[in-house]
């Protein structure tokens, strides 16, 4: 199974993170959007879609490579984040994305969400948030999560 993984990840490195972990899982490529043509998705069986979640969407990028792909024919992608509540406002967080992808038929198959540390803004001064996430347990639930979409095809 050949598979694509488009991480845009900023500030601290959390969602790359779970790239990283992903890709091993699935022997995929880890790219970033700005490194995607819209036509190169046609030669992968599976593609992820991640990044950290910025005022409760996926980072811009990301969203506006959605916008150029071609008609998605059923192919199966998933999605992933970082952010500062993780889990809790996952469905939330990823209501932007998947409503582009599915708008073009893309079956999206998974979602994978997880604390990340933060140190922007005023959480700066704070000494920031959520460190050391995303920590181990985590990524190995990212590990799983990859793995069980793998599995899935």
């Known amino acids: 199974m050949k598979t694509l993984i488009i991480c845009d990840s900023k500030h601290r490195g959390n969602t790359r993170k779970i790239a990283d972990v992903m890709a ?18 046609g030669q992968y ?11 409760g969407k996926h980072d811009q990028n990301l969203l506006s490579l959605v916008d150029k792909l071609p008609f998605g024919s059923g192919k199966k992608v998933f999605l ?19 409503d582009k992808l599915r708008a073009k038929d893309y079956d999206v198959i998974g ?18 948030i959520n460190k050391n996430h995303p920590d181990a347990e985590e990524l190995d639930l990212a590990r799983m999560f990859a793995e069980g979409v793998g599995s899935g095809l």
């Open 80 to 98: 992933f984040s970082s952010s500062l509540k993780g889990l809790v406002q996952m469905d939330k967080n990823h209501k932007a994305l998947k």
């Open 45 to 55: 069986d599976l593609v992820g879609f991640g990044s950290g979640i910025y005022m």
């Open 24 to 41: 091993e899982a699935l022997g995929a490529t880890i790219v970033g959007s700005d490194k995607v043509q819209a036509g190169d998705l």
């Open 111 to 128: 979602n994978f969400s997880c604390l990340g540390s933060a140190t922007f803004g005023p959480l700066k001064w704070l000494g920031g």
